[in-house]
């Protein structure tokens, strides 16, 4: 369906878009990655018609540092997928833009990585994002396969690999085969959700409310998927819930490791599911190959130990996790016939 119109056929690409909730990465075909910037709008009011855009990634951050008090951040695309049409296609063009600049291009081809599963009429957005920003053709590929790629993963083998990308709003535990995901358990947990975690935790157990940033400063430093294990602490400011005042907490990452288990759990449990759903001549090349994790979840502190604890199959953290997909992504526009291959149908 639509293929006379983006093309049945891959040509190759010039771009890379990492559409991610947290942040976009953008790569330039025999330059790498090119951009890295929050995946943010920053608008004067959330109503649609009358609102205007401030700023966008690392400008409207700076914007918003400045002006705090009257300007509302947007973030377009929330666990994985577009949340709001018009503030993506500004980010899009204007990232696009930036990119299109410095490297003297015009309409481009451009590979957009999306969560796996996405509708038919997520992927239409984003092509028609892509298209009000600048781009030629579009081609869609899934993320968790940009991931592999990225990780170094003999993904065109018939041995089984399994890759599960843990990303700001979602995981995906996925079992890839002959250049083809024979299975994928997605889930819509990430770091945002780690953060709502802790949050929360605060909240309810030391009646403190804290920023989004400080729970992000606590996931970092104190996230751990073995609470008992080499506890430290930092010292952080929040709000106190009674008085309304500044108030400085000892936190533990005892306390951050229990605030993030019931997640983790989840993410364990998605695994044992995946490999459930698998043939079972492939689930014996996981065992033999081991499960690669990448995203930025992946660097919570001790989550391979714990994965191994349950699962009993050996786990490793991909080569730079937070941009294995942007380095995949990056791989594939210079493989035509790989793009081809896992190009997603619309």
């Not at 705090?68 to 951040?73: C, E, F, L, R």
Request: glycine share 10%; aromatic share 4%.
């Amino acid at each position: 369906m639509f293929g006379w119109l983006f093309g049945s056929s891959s040509g190759g690409a010039d771009i890379y878009v990492d559409l991610g909730t947290a942040n976009t990465l953008i790569a330039v075909k025999n330059k790498g990655i090119v951009l890295n910037e929050p995946s943010q709008v920053m608008v004067t009011e959330t109503n649609l018609k009358k609102r205007k855009i401030l700023g966008i990634g690392d400008e409207g951050v700076e914007i918003a540092r400045n002006n705090p008090g009257h300007i509302i951040a947007i973030k377009p695309v929330r666990d994985g997928v577009i949340a709001d049409f018009d503030a993506t296609r500004a980010m899009l063009k204007y990232f696009l833009g930036k990119v299109l600049k410095k490297n003297s291009l015009t309409r481009p081809a451009v590979v957009v990585s999306l969560p796996y599963g996405v509708t038919e009429v997520e992927k239409k957005a984003v092509i028609e994002a892509c298209r009000s920003a600048g781009a030629s053709k579009t081609y869609l590929i899934d993320e968790p396969m940009a991931a592999a790629i990225g990780a170094q993963l003999p993904i065109k083998e018939a041995s089984g690999q399994m890759i599960i990308d843990i990303g700001g709003g979602t995981t995906e535990i996925a079992i890839i085969a002959l250049a083809d995901i024979v299975y994928c358990e997605p889930l819509r947990i990430g770091g945002h959700k780690f953060d709502e975690a802790i949050i929360r935790f605060m909240k309810d157990s030391k009646n403190l409310v804290i920023s989004e940033a400080t729970a992000e400063k606590l996931k970092i430093e104190l996230g751990t998927a073995l609470p008992k294990k080499n506890i430290i602490s930092i010292e952080i400011e929040g709000r106190d819930l009674d008085s309304g005042f500044p108030r400085k907490q000892v936190v533990t990452s005892e306390e951050i490791g229990t605030s993030l288990a019931d997640s983790i759990q989840q993410i364990v449990h998605g695994i044992l599911n995946a490999l459930e759903n698998t043939p079972p001549e492939l689930v014996s090349d996981v065992i033999g190959n081991g499960i690669v994790l990448a995203g930025g979840g992946a660097l919570i502190k001790e989550l391979p130990a714990k994965i191994e604890a349950e699962i009993r199959i050996p786990v490793r953290i991909a080569e730079n996790p937070l941009i294995a997909i942007a380095v995949g992504g990056e791989m594939v526009l210079s493989d035509p016939e790989l793009l081809d291959k896992i190009q997603l149908e619309v």
